[in-house]
């Protein structure tokens, strides 16, 4: 990543705020921690973005988003990058990006205290996971996949509310 | 412009480079298009959303091979071979999948046991691939590797709770052992296009995976109360080309809008 700057890169770095995940709409590119590099040659913008699971439909809506967002904002060259290494995490979601799962309803992921290994079968996260809505730890898993790649099942066992969990990745 | 493609087919994609990426590939593919059968009838809503989600994960890291191997193989200049014509355009006796991936879905103890069988295996050649000298297989392995995780403990877990379930279920595991096993040799045999990437240090040695594998099964099959078999008659030629007749029905329909309306996009 550059360290200096410039005035037309910072403007990027805004107009990226703008442009969400069309999956989980609450998520900016930002929150989620896919933008890799940026920058702007001679008003060329160059974006490497990282993918978050391999098959996620929401990728190519997003490079294309990303490009809508730039075009309406005169910068009419744009060139994105797909780098898979390293490899994306839901360690890279960003602070506000867990507060603003939490308040859509989804469980923000827990983050990875070990290097990523194979859990043993039928066991479930290392910490439990708290209900989006009424904050019960007192919650089960009901399937490993959830609506999207990214998400499992769970449900509150003391406000009974079912509820999507963004999981560990 | 199909006689064309395979003109070309026969110089650039018979490099052994290529026809691993295939082979890595079309396993993928296939698998991820068997488990999207299900879409729709799985046994209950939440395993069936858990059995699309791997079928998307499968095809994705497909892709992710397929764009590699069209990259390798396009002539300079060109751009006629891409993942979708590689996908697409190719017949039976060129895909180098392996026969475990194409099996029926069958039941659901089928389905699952072949998921596992084929997870346990795949976990342990990202893991390696990770390590080889070829930096694109490496990040993909990278990347596709806390997927595969996800797909092992499902699959594996369904292997318990139906092996160690009701008697009904008990027997329906021990019929899919039958039918799936004789596929699992193969995945330890490498073939031409693997040695030499074996000694070039771009593919993965996986006879050495046998071991590892066996344990990973063997500790599953115990918590379910179902045993490895001993010795078995093993069937192979899948990475060769050389299919069950099964291939070729399921590529009829997977490949029926791109041979029937050539080029066309959503």
């Not at chain 1, 490899?87 to 939490?102: F, I, N, P, S, Y």
């Not at chain 2, 395979?6 to 994609?13: A, K, S, V």
């Not at chain 2, 190719?90 to 089928?110: H, M, S, V, Y």
Request: charged share 20%.
């Amino acid at each position: 990543m550059t360290t200096i700057s410039t005035i037309e890169e910072q403007k990027v770095w805004k107009l990226l705020e703008s442009v969400y995940d069309p999956e989980v709409p609450v998520l900016t590119v930002l929150d989620l921690g896919i933008i890799r590099k940026l920058a702007v040659v001679e008003g060329r913008v160059f974006i490497t973005i990282t993918p978050t699971y391999s098959g996620c439909p929401a990728m190519d809506v997003i490079s294309m988003q990303i490009r809508m967002a730039l075009w309406q904002n005169g910068f009419q060259e744009v060139e994105i990058h797909t780098e898979l290494s390293p490899a994306w995490t839901t360690d890279w979601m960003t602070e506000a990006g867990r507060k603003k799962l939490q308040a859509y309803g989804i469980a923000p992921p827990q983050y990875r205290k070990n290097k990523f290994h194979t859990p043993s079968f039928f066991e479930e996260e290392d910490t439990p996971v708290c209900c989006p809505r009424c904050q019960s730890t007192n919650t089960q898993l009901v399937s490993q996949f959830g609506s999207t790649a990214c998400k499992a099942l769970y449900q509150c066992l003391d406000c009974h509310e079912p509820f999507d969990y963004f999981k560990c990745h | 412009m199909i006689a064309q493609l395979n003109n070309q087919y026969f110089t650039t994609l018979s490099q052994p480079l290529v026809q691993y990426l295939l082979h890595l590939a079309d396993t993928t593919l296939i698998l991820g298009h068997r488990n999207s059968e299900w879409c729709g009838h799985g046994p209950i809503l939440e395993q069936d959303i858990a059995i699309s989600n791997i079928a998307l994960d499968l095809i994705g890291q497909a892709r992710m091979f397929y764009q590699y191997a069209a990259e390798k193989a396009q002539q300079p200049g060109a751009t006629d071979i891409t993942e979708d014509s590689l996908a697409y355009l190719r017949d039976g006796i060129d895909f180098k999948n392996l026969l475990l991936a194409e099996q029926q879905n069958g039941d659901w103890a089928i389905t699952i046991l072949r998921q596992f069988l084929y997870s346990s295996w795949q976990y342990l050649v990202y893991e390696q691939m990770q390590q080889g000298t070829d930096v694109q297989m490496a990040a993909i392995a990278e990347k596709a590797i806390k997927e595969t995780t996800y797909h092992i403990k499902w699959s594996g877990e369904w292997v318990i709770r139906l092996g160690d379930g009701t008697e009904e279920s008990h027997k329906r595991m021990l019929h899919a052992i039958e039918v799936l096993w004789p596929f699992t040799g193969e995945m330890f045999t490498p073939v031409d296009f693997e040695k030499e990437g074996i000694q070039q240090g771009w593919a993965v040695d996986v006879a050495s995976l046998q071991q590892p594998w066996l344990q990973r099964i063997q500790q599953a099959f115990d918590e379910a109360g179902l045993s490895v078999p001993q010795s078995q008659w093993q069937q192979t030629g899948g990475k060769k080309g050389v299919h069950t007749e099964l291939l070729g029905f399921l590529l009829a329909e997977m490949q029926h809008l791109q041979r029937a309306y050539p080029g066309s996009e959503w």
